[in-house]
């Protein structure tokens, strides 16, 4: 259990993550846009969405502003940043909720067990083995209505290793050329353990052999939708990329094919 210091200003350290994560990714805010103009796109209404991996609730943040009406969910293993998150969600109440649980196995569906309108997720899952992240495919497909969406932006790689070598190339010369006063990664995580007076290592330890066999690149999008198909999405896609990240997804499809009529038809 971690004791937290009087007086801590949880805004100051959200701002600075948020700071932090802004330097490693420059398009963060367009993801997020896509992301919900891609819900409200193909939702006639959205009353409970899912953040997978939510950290200290970036995501949910954009969903509980955009859609107020609607409960958010957030669930990851971290217990520091779920410290964050709680404590940057209040002004939310009870349409705000974060839960501690692993994404590797099922027990994350009796924690927060469906239906969901929508199933998200940032920069999380690219953590999870490539079998691990298949069986979360069809845990999404188990909890998410029919005709609900899930939409990932994250990491993803190409099958050449040419391509992923000149992507990394440009995405570091972009990294190169900001002038910021952000913190790196480790100066992030080390100034945060040091406030909250916790031993970083030995949290991140217990972390990093969780997710043990994760993929940092990214998998390649063929082998997103081909594994989405598989798990009953019946509509895959990607809505945005940049080089070597992306924001992809799928509607499941239970097998009713008037629910898709609507918006097949709308731009007909």
């Known amino acids: 259990m971690i004791q937290i210091p009087s007086g801590f200003d949880w805004q100051h350290w959200f701002h600075r993550w ?20 891609m819900v409200r796109a193909t939702q006639s209404s959205i009353s409970r969405v899912l953040d997978l991996g939510c ?3 970036s995501l949910m943040r954009q969903f509980l502003e955009a859609f107020p009406e609607a409960q958010v969910t957030g669930v990851d293993l971290d217990p520091m940043l779920l410290l964050l998150g709680r404590a940057q969600l209040t002004e939310f109440g ?7 649980t692993d994404l590797r196995d099922s027990s994350w569906l009796q924690l927060a067990p469906g239906p969901f309108d929508a199933m998200v ?4 899952l690219h953590w999870l083995a490539p079998e691990q992240l298949s069986a979360l495919y069809g845990r999404v497909a188990q909890v998410l209505r029919p005709g609900g969406i899930f939409l990932n932006a994250d990491h993803v ?3 050449s290793s040419l391509i992923q070598q000149a992507w990394e190339q440009h995405r570091d010369e972009m990294l190169a050329t900001q002038v910021t006063n952000a913190d790196d990664w480790n100066s992030f995580w080390d100034a945060y353990a040091q406030a909250l007076g916790v031993n970083r290592d ?3 330890r217990r972390l990093e052999a ?7 690149q990214g998998l390649s999008l063929p082998w997103h939708f081909h594994t989405l198909k598989a798990s009953g999405f019946r509509f895959v896609d990607c809505f945005w990329r940049g080089d070597c990240d992306a924001v992809y997804g799928g509607i499941f499809d239970d ?7 609507h918006h097949e038809t709308r731009n007909t």
């Open 255 to 261: 097998g009713d094919k008037t629910r898709f009529t």
């Open 202 to 204: 030995e949290i991140h």
């Open 18 to 37: 948020e700071r932090m994560q802004e330097r490693y990714l420059v398009d963060r805010a367009e993801r997020f846009a896509v992301m919900i103009r």
């Open 55 to 57: 950290g200290p609730g």
């Open 94 to 100: 009870m349409r705000a909720k974060l839960i501690e």
């Open 157 to 159: 790689g190409s099958d």
């Open 210 to 216: 969780a997710y043990e066999g994760g993929v940092e």
């Open 121 to 124: 997720s940032s920069t999380a």
